[in-house]
Nanobody, 126 residues
Framework: QVQLVESGGGLVQAGDSLRLSCATS????????MGWFRQTPGKERAFVAA????????YYTDSMRGRLTISRDNAKNTVYLQMDSLRPEDTAVYYC???????????????????WGQGTQVTVSS
């Protein structure tokens, strides 16, 4: 099993930045992809960003492209999501997710991820 713990959410004003963290527990499971999704009430989880081990280019949602940076710290078993120039429409619960290796399915589809964190609330006021 893999446990994911998100942190870093909070209440910010429009234009501010936040960095979300996702710490993964030590495990014998080989993880190949880490992703971030977000969800608002009454809607399905939507893709935000993903990073695949061994590939240089990350994946980002078009709605936040240019305002996101996903990165990883292997020594800390942690993935980060830097979000800049936040807007009120970015308000959501943000979830970290992990996909087992080898790669399969799509980085964009929530159903293709195997493990999920509990979520962290991000609220952007206008």
């Amino acid at each position: 099993q893999v446990q994911l713990v998100e942190s870093g959410g909070g209440l910010v004003q429009a234009g501010d930045s936040l960095r979300l963290s996702c710490a993964t527990s030590p495990s014998t499971v080989s993880i190949g992809t880490m992703g971030w999704f977000r969800q608002t009430p009454g809607k399905e989880r939507a893709f935000v960003a993903a990073i695949r081990w061994g590939l240089a280019n990350p994946y980002y949602t078009d709605s936040m492209r240019g305002r996101l940076t996903i990165s990883r710290d292997n020594a800390k078993n942690t993935v980060y999501l830097q979000m800049d120039s936040l807007r009120p429409e970015d308000t959501a619960v943000y979830y970290c997710a992990a996909k087992k290796a080898p790669y399969r399915g799509s980085v964009y589809r929530a159903d293709d991820y195997d493990y999920w964190g509990q979520g962290t609330q991000v609220t952007v006021s206008s």
